[in-house]
T-cell receptor, first 114, second 111 residues
Framework: SAVISQKPSRDICQRGTSLTIQCQVDSQVTMMFWYRQQPGQSLTLIATANQGSEATYESGFVIDKFPISRPNLTFSTLTVSNMSPEDSSIYLC???????????FGPGTRLTVL | KQEVTQIPAALSVPEGENLVLNCSFTDSAIYNLQWFRQDPGKGLTSLLLIQSSQREQTSGRLNASLDKSSGRSTLYIAASQPGDSATYLCAVRRIGNQFYFGTGTSLTVIP
């Protein structure tokens, strides 16, 4: 299994501000994934973060809005920039681990934008 | 694009009943399929993973099956308990690292 922690667990932010979410994994992984779960919805992949290279963003998500850092093999950050109420969601990081490539998730960051 | 659908969206059963959750996907070219549970306001907990070459996986009271040709998977929960109340999500992984999540089934087990 994988132990993944996220900070903060929740936050309430004002429109127009930015929030950086941290994700820490208990051991080295090649790729880390960032997901968004809007209220009442399922998960949508935002981007894949590889150490030492630019993150790969999914359709509908751009680097200016969701800049990602991946400084080493156990840590990543996702910033939600210039926030609006529509950004209110749970943000989750994820890794693959094991021979079966099981996907493991962090506990999530619940963001509310006023 | 892969689309993943889960039926029903919500299910309420009395304690002790056996139940089946359904997941369907449109593109059979998958690498694996994984079932998760999500408790309110929490992250996802992995329950079972089925590789594309496998038919089923079992863990305790849970059994997941996969029929890749028909684009379907089921999660069978035996002798349901109130602690099983949660949202259950299936996720399909394609070759590479693209995951597609279903819409989830919200399960309530009534004591």
């Amino acid at each position: 299994s994988a132990v993944i922690s996220q900070k903060p667990s929740r936050d309430i932010c004002q429109r127009g501000t930015s929030l950086t979410i941290q994700c820490q994994v208990d051991s080295q992984v090649t790729m880390m994934f960032w997901y968004r779960q809007q209220p009442g919805q399922s998960l949508t992949l935002i981007a894949t973060a590889n150490q030492g290279s630019e993150a790969t963003y999914e359709s509908g998500f751009v680097i200016d809005k969701f800049p990602i850092s991946r400084p080493n093999l156990t840590f990543s950050t996702l910033t939600v920039s210039n926030m609006s109420p529509e950004d209110s969601s749970i943000y989750l990081c994820s890794v693959n681990r094991g021979g079966a490539d099981t996907q493991y998730f962090g506990p999530g960051t619940r963001l509310t934008v006023l | 694009k892969q689309e993943v659908t889960q039926i029903p969206a919500a299910l309420s059963v009395p304690e002790g009943e056996n139940l089946v959750l359904n997941c369907s996907f449109t593109d059979s070219a998958i690498y694996n399929l994984q079932w998760f549970r999500q408790d309110p306001g929490k992250g996802l907990t992995s329950l079972l993973l089925i590789q594309s070459s496998q038919r089923e996986q079992t863990s305790g009271r849970l059994n997941a099956s996969l029929d890749k040709s028909s684009g379907r998977s089921t999660l069978y929960i035996a002798a349901s308990q109130p602690g099983d109340s949660a949202t259950y999500l299936c996720a399909v992984r394609r070759i590479g690292n693209q995951f597609y999540f279903g819409t989830g089934t919200s399960l309530t087990v009534i004591p």
